[in-house]
T-cell receptor
Framework: DTAVSQTPKYLVTQMGNDKSIKCEQNLGHDTMYWYKQDSKKFLKIMFSYNNKELIINETVPNRFSPKSPDKAHLNLHINSLELGDSAVYFC????????????FGSGTRLTVV | AQSVTQLDSQVPVFEEAPVELRCNYSSSVSVYLFWYVQYPNQGLQLLLKYLSGSTLVKSINGFEAEFNKSQTSFHLRKPSVHISDTAEYFCAVTYFGNEKLTFGTGTRLTIIP
């Protein structure tokens, strides 16, 4: 009964490829997020959706495109992968925006070679 | 704009010794504060949070943090650490109506046997 689940857990791919990461939450939360954690463990928000509506779109390359088919799912598609995209990507969800904190998924470790 | 500073990137502590992980924030409005823990190769888990009321908040595994408005701090403490406390600890801040949590850069707590 994982609350926030991400797939895949590991992703190794070549430069130039296109890949997707999926996220699903079964908590009934109305807001979902994508965060990127770099090699120094720094966490940076990328996107946030509230009830399928994009509410946060930080400065990320437009090769990154989120999609939320419903409020329980938030997927991340990345085009033309670059070496610098290698990181751990975390999905998270929350109720009432960020007020009560997030529930995080276990992360997707993306390695671009 | 809100920000979080975790001054110590690494804190080594002997087993059963006390520890304090420092967190300072800046914000022009009333804040809500969080500590998250990330065990190796895992996602982030909420450790404790301050929303309102008592300035001293506690977790189920012996950690506590005190909100100090005058010092703009939310330091995390534990009187006696265990090997299992080895992890990365992140402080985070938000405010009512905000869309996102802002995270500090993390403190790696290493317990020495």
């Amino acid at each position: 009964d994982t609350a926030v689940s991400q797939t895949p857990k590991y992703l190794v791919t070549q430069m130039g490829n296109d890949k997707s990461i999926k996220c699903e939450q079964n908590l009934g939360h109305d807001t979902m997020y994508w965060y990127k954690q770099d090699s120094k463990k720094f966490l940076k928000i990328m996107f946030s959706y509230n009830n399928k509506e994009l509410i946060i779109n930080e400065t990320v390359p437009n090769r990154f495109s989120p999609k939320s088919p419903d409020k329980a799912h938030l997927n991340l598609h990345i085009n033309s992968l670059e070496l610098g995209d290698s990181a751990v990507y975390f999905c998270a969800s929350s109720q009432d925006r960020s007020l009560y904190g997030y529930t995080f998924g276990s992360g997707t470790r993306l390695t671009v070679v | 704009a809100q920000s979080v500073t975790q001054l110590d990137s690494q804190v080594p502590v002997f087993e059963e010794a006390p520890v304090e992980l420092r967190c300072n924030y800046s914000s022009s409005v009333s804040v809500y504060l969080f500590w998250y823990v990330q065990y190796p190769n895992q996602g982030l888990q909420l450790l404790l949070k301050y929303l309102s009321g008592s300035t001293l908040v506690k977790s189920i595994n012996g950690f506590e943090a005190e909100f100090n408005k005058s010092q703009t701090s939310f330091h995390l403490r534990k009187p006696s650490v265990h090997i299992s406390d080895t992890a990365e600890y992140f402080c985070a801040v938000t405010y009512f109506g905000n869309e996102k949590l802002t995270f500090g850069t993390g403190t790696r707590l290493t317990i020495i046997p």
